[in-house]
């Protein structure tokens, strides 16, 4: 199934093919916030393919010229459905083309027209840049920025890392501004 199209991407459920694509840069998550998604092997990669596949608020970030998975978005609505969490996980061979704002851009279309959506917010760790600055170029605002807020990995005593993480948000008043 296909959600939505950019100019040179295609947004739609994961699909077992997307396997190899998806280990090539879970294998080594390249921010903490993902190392729970980290993958082994590629018959995790198939499994996680599979239950993605019918994760409703999993996108899978193709090209439209060769259909290659090149990242992922998520959208989590929360209890009053107007109000969605997003986050995105892109292979880093595919960086510093566009193709993260282009996809994150189609997906807040996506969300404020097709779904009705009122706010959009995400999370983004005080050490990830590249997300800060996506953020920003989508007309996001930092709400807050919440201190040793969550652990995704251990320091080299065994004694968890906790990492300041950011709130960022858009109302679709905002978004319509833009």
Request: include cysteine; glycine fraction near 6%; hydrophobic fraction near 35%.
């Given at each position: 199934?296909?959600?939505?199209?950019?100019?040179?991407?295609?947004?739609?459920?994961?699909?077992?093919?997307?396997?190899?694509?998806?280990?090539?840069?879970?294998?080594?998550?390249?921010?903490?916030?993902?190392?729970?998604?980290?993958?082994?092997?590629?018959?995790?990669?198939?499994?996680?393919?599979?239950?993605?596949?019918?994760?409703?608020?999993?996108?899978?970030?193709?090209?439209?010229?060769?259909?290659?998975?090149?990242?992922?978005?998520?959208?989590?609505?929360?209890?009053?459905?107007d109000t969605y969490g997003?986050?995105?996980?892109?292979?880093?061979?595919?960086?510093?083309?566009?193709?993260?704002?282009?996809?994150?851009?189609?997906?807040?279309?996506?969300?404020?027209?097709?779904?009705?959506?009122?706010?959009?917010?995400?999370?983004?760790?005080?050490?990830?840049?590249?997300?800060?600055?996506?953020?920003?170029?989508?007309?996001?605002?930092?709400?807050?920025?919440?201190?040793?807020?969550?652990?995704?990995?251990?320091?080299?005593?065994?004694?968890?890392?906790?990492?300041?993480?950011?709130?960022?948000?858009?109302?679709?008043?905002?978004?319509?501004?833009?």
């Open positions: 199934m296909e959600f939505f199209r950019t100019e040179r991407l295609i947004i739609r459920r994961f699909e077992k093919e997307d396997a190899p694509d998806l280990f090539d840069y879970f294998e080594e998550p390249r921010v903490n916030c993902f190392m729970d998604e980290k993958l082994s092997d590629l018959g995790e990669a198939l499994a996680e393919t599979e239950k993605k596949s019918w994760d409703s608020s999993q996108f899978a970030v193709c090209l439209k010229e060769n259909g290659s998975l090149i990242g992922n978005l998520f959208a989590y609505p929360e209890r009053d459905s997003v986050g995105w996980n892109f292979n880093s061979k595919f960086g510093g083309q566009g193709f993260a704002s282009e996809a994150a851009k189609g997906l807040f279309d996506y969300l404020f027209e097709e779904k009705n959506t009122r706010r959009i917010y995400c999370y983004v760790e005080e050490d990830n840049l590249p997300s800060q600055k996506l953020c920003k170029r989508l007309g996001m605002r930092q709400e807050g920025l919440f201190l040793d807020y969550v652990s995704f990995v251990k320091n080299d005593d065994g004694s968890l890392r906790y990492e300041n993480t950011m709130q960022l948000a858009i109302l679709k008043r905002e978004w319509e501004r833009k």
